[in-house]
C-alpha cells in the first residue's frame, strides 16, 4: 500500500484542483466524491488491492490534508510576497479569497490536538479532510456514532477558538 | 494543554453540550466546576464558540468561492450579453463568462471587462490594440474576437470565443499523454504561434495560463493582451513599454527581462519554455527567492542554463525518452542569444515533426555521431552486414567535414580551427565511436574512423600547449586509438603518446585523481600492447606501474568503489601478463588478489549487473592459470563460476557481441579442462558449441583479427584434444585450420609476436602428428617451421618463460625424430639443446611446478643418445 502513496497524493492533487475549478460555480465541493472516485480511479489505474477501503480513505484524508495544507501555505507566502510567480497549483484555487477559513491554521491547530488527544486528531482528519460522514468515522474507527458526533462537536469547537486566537 | 486536562476539558464540554439553551449550560457549568475556575473559564470560552458550517475542508472552500463569485456584476447586461460568471481576473480587469441574451439559441462568449478605476487612457490604448490584433488572427488555435463596445458605464469591454478547456500543462497530466502526443499538440501550438508572426504580431505573454486545450484536444492561445504589433506605423511602442511591467518572469524571455528589443524570437524562447515544461512537467525556471527580486530574475532567466528536461523530468522513465534530441530541441528554442534559437515558431515545430518521423532533427550541429546514430538508428537490421555501407557514409562525413575546416582555416582565426578539429575529433573519438562499438562487423569502420582522428590529433597535440584539459582529452583519445586499431605499432605508438601526456600531467598536478587514473590506465594499455608485441619484460613492468597507482588511488579514496574496481582490474590485467609470460606462481597470486577485490567491489554495489559480468573474467582468469599448472580440479570449479556467469548473460541477450565472446570463452575454458581430465564426450561437445560461437563472431566481423584468432587457437585446441583420444583425422582438419588462420594473421601483421609463437605450437603439433603416422618428411618439415619461429620469438622476447619452455619443447621434438630415425647423434645436439634451455630456467629460478622434471627428462634422453653412440 506504502508504495502507491505517491499515487495517491498526484491523483487528488489533480483531483483537488480539477473540482475546485470545475466546481466553483455551485460553491461547493463533493469531498466524499471527490475521494470515493479517487479511490476507484486508483484501483483501477495501478492495481492496488485495497482490500480495505476504509484504510485507503484514512490515507485519502491525510493526503488531501497535506494537499490543502501546502496549497494554503504556498498562497500564503504568495499574498506576504506580493506579486510572485504564481505556483502551479494555484489555478485550482485561485478563487479562493482571504475570508476562508486558513487551512495551513486548521492544520496547525490539528497537530496542537495530536499532542493531545491523537484519537480525536485523527477524527477531525477524517471528518474535515476527507469528507467522511459521520458514519463512515464511525466504521472506520470502531467507535459508536454518538462517540463520533460527541468529539468532532467538541473539537470543532476548540479549533475554532484556536484559530481564532492564532 | 497536557493530554488528562484536556480529557477534563472536552468531557465537561460534552455535557454541558447536551442542554440546549445557554442558561442550563451556564448552570450547569458552575456545578461542575465548583473548585476549578481555569476550567469553567476553558470551558466556557469553548462555548462561547459558534457551531456552525465549519464542517469540511472543502466546503470552507467552497463558502470561499461563493463569496468570490458573487460579486454585483452577476447578471449584469453587457451590449447584448449577460454576464454568468467571473472566469478570471488579470491585471487588465476581469474575464466574464456571459450569454447572449436576444438569440434563440444559448450562446456562449467569454468577456473581458476592464477594471473599474483603471480605465486610464493608457490602459484604453492598450485595450484598442488588443481589439484590433485580434480581428486579424483568424486560426482555429487562436481564441477568436467577435465583437467590442463600450458598455453602460463607460467602460470598454470586448466578446472573445469562449473556451473551455484546461491548461495546457495540465491537460497533459491529467491526460497522461505520451511523449509523441505532447509533441503533436504542441506542434499546433507552434503552428497557431507561427500564423500569428506571419501576421506580425508577437504574443509576448504566452505561458499556461494563456494555453488552454479543449476536451476535444485543441489548443487555444488565449490573451493577445500585451502583443506588440511589428508593423510600421502601429503604436507598438507603447505596448512594449507597457508590457515590461507585466511579464510573468518564468516564461518571460532573456531578452525581455534585459529590456531589450523583443521580436517573434522571444515567442520562440518561451515556446521553449513551456515545451519544457509539458515533457518535463517541471518548470524551466525555479527561482531561489519569493517573490523572485530582479537579480534573481535576471540570474535564472538571463544567465543560467537550464538542467536539461531529461534530468529534470518528475518521471525517470520520461527523461530517458527526452534524453538526446528533445533535450537539444529544448534547449536550442530556450537559447539565451537569439540568434540561437530557432528562427521561427514553426521551424521548431518541424523540428518536433522531424524528431517524430525519426529523422535528423536541425537542433543538432550536425556531428558525424548524431548523423551515423540516426542511420543506424534506421537501418538497424542491414547494419552488421553492410559495413561498406557504413564505411561509405562515414568517408563521406569526413571527407565533407575534411575539407569544411580547411575552407574555414583559410579564413577564421587559429583559434578558431582549433576548436573546431578539437571538437570533430573529439565526436569521432567518443560519440561515434562508443555508438558503433557494440555492432557486430563495427571493425573497419573503427579503424578506418581512428586513422582520421588520428590526424586531427596530432595537429592538436602539437597546438596544445599548456591547455590542461586539452591534453587530458588528447590523452583519451589516442588510448581509443590503441584500442582500436589493429596495427600493433600505431597502438604501441597512440598509447606511448597518451601515457606521455599523462605522466606530464601528473607531474603538473601530482594529486589529481583523473590523471593519476589516466595514467593508470595509459600503463595498464601499454602493458596490454607490449604483452601482443612480445614485449614481455615491459609488459609486466607497466602493468605493476599501472597496479601501483591504482593501489594507491584506491588507498586515497577507500570509499570510491569505481576506483576499487579499477584495482581488481588491475591485479586481473596483472595476472594475465604474467600467465603469459609464464610466470605461472605469481599470476595466480595476482589473479586471486584480483577476485578478493573484485568481491568487495561487488559487496559495495550488490546489484550491478556490470560488475557480475566481470566478475565472470576473475574466474576464468583463475581457472586458466590452474590449468596452466597443471591443477585441474581446482580450475574446473572456478570454471564452473565462470560458465554460469557468462550463460546469464548469454541467455538474456544472446545478440550481444560481448556476451557471445564471454560464453565462447567460458565454453573453451571447460572444453579443454573436461579434455585435460578424460571427459571425453563432454569436452567434444563443449568445443563443438565453443567452435560455432566463435565461428560465427569472425565471419561478423571479419575486420576484427582479435576474434579471428581465437578461432585459430579454438581448433587449435580441439585438435589436440582429437589428437589425444586418437582421432588424428580429425585432429589434422582442425590443426589445418588454425594454421591457415595464423598464417594469413602473420601475413597481416608480421609485429605480432602472439600470432609466431601460436604458430610454432600449430607447427609443432602438425609434426608431431604426422610422427604419429609415419611421415618423417612432413614431421621434419612442420617442426623446423616450428623451430625457426620458436626461436625468432626467444630472440625478441628473452622475457617470455613460454616462448623458451616452446622451444625447449621442439628441440626436444626434434631429438625424439631423430632417435626415431637411428641418428643419435643429432638426436643428442637436440636434447643439448633443449636441456640448455631448461637448466638455465631452473638455475634463475623461473621453472614453473608442471616442467619441474623436464631437465631430468632430457638428461636421461641424452643418456640413452650417449649409451646408443658408444
Redesign the interface.
Known sequence: MNRALPAVYDELR?MA??Y??R?????????TA?VHESYLRLVNQHAVDWNDRLQFLSIAARM??RI?TDYATARG??KR?????KV?LD?A?????D???D?AA?DHALRDLE???PR?AQLVEL???G?LTIEETADLMKLSPATVK??W??A??????EI?QA | ???DR??QV?NT??AA?EFPDPQGRAQFLTQACIDDTALRREVQ???????DE????????????????QPPDTGRQIGNYQLV?EL?RGGMGAVWLARRADEQFEKLVAIKLLKRGTDTDEVLRRFHAERRILARLDHPNIARLFDAGTADDGLPYFVMEYIEG??V??FV??RRLSIAERLDLFRKICNAVQFAHQNLIVHRDLKP?NILVTSGGDPKLLDFGIAKLLSPGDESWEVTMAGKERL???YASPEQVLGEPVTTVSDVYTLGVLLYEILAER?AHR?GT???TQTEILRVVAREDPVRPSVAALDPATGRQLRGDLDTIVLRAMAKVPERRYRGAGNLGDDLGRYLDGRPVRARSDTFAYRTRKFLGRNKTGVATSALVLLALLAGIIATSWQARIAKSERAKADRRFQEARRIANSLMFELHDSIKDIPGAMAARQLLMRRALEYLDGLAREAGADLSLKSELSIAYEKIGLVTFDVQQAMDARRKAATINEELVKVAPKNSLYRKQLSESYGNLSDVMKIAGHSSSSIDYARKSLAIAESLSADYPRDNEARARLAGCYLSLGLVLVDAGYFEEAQQSDLKALEVQKKVMAQDPSSREERRELGAFYGSLSNVLEESGNYAAALEYERNELDIAQEFFQADPENARSRRDMWAALFRKARLLGFTGQTDEALENYNRAVGLIEALAVADRADRGHRRWVALTHFSLGQFLATVNQSDRARGDYARAMAISEDLLAADPQRIETRRDLAKIYEALGLLSHGVGNIARVLEYLEKARSLAEESVAQDPGNLRARTRLAQIYADLGLVCVATSDPRAARAWYQRSLDIWQQMKEQGTLNGVDANKPEEIARAIAKCDAALK
Not at chain 1, 466546481?23 to 469531498?31: A, F, I, M, N
Not at chain 1, 470543532?156 to 477558538?161: E, P
Open positions: 489533480a484542483a480539477n475546485l475549478r466546481e466553483r460555480s455551485d460553491h461547493t465541493l463533493q469531498p471527490l488531501m490534508r490543502l507566502a504568495e510576497g506580493g506579486g510572485a510567480p502551479q489555478a484555487l485561485d478563487f479562493c479569497n475570508r476562508a477559513i487551512v486548521v499532542t493531545m488527544d480525536q471528518r474535515f479532510f469528507g460527541r468529539e462537536t467538541t470543532r469547537r476548540w479549533l475554532r477558538r481564532e | 494543554m497536557s493530554p484536556w480529557q472536552k464540554l460534552a453540550l470560552s469553548l462555548l462561547d464558540q459558534p457551531d465549519f464542517e469540511s475542508a472543502a466546503e470552507v472552500i467552497g463558502m470561499a468561492n461563493a463569496d468570490a463569485l460568471r478570471g484546461v491548461r500543462t495540465e497530466r491529467e495560463g510573468t518572469p518564468g518548470p527561482f519569493s517573490p523572485p
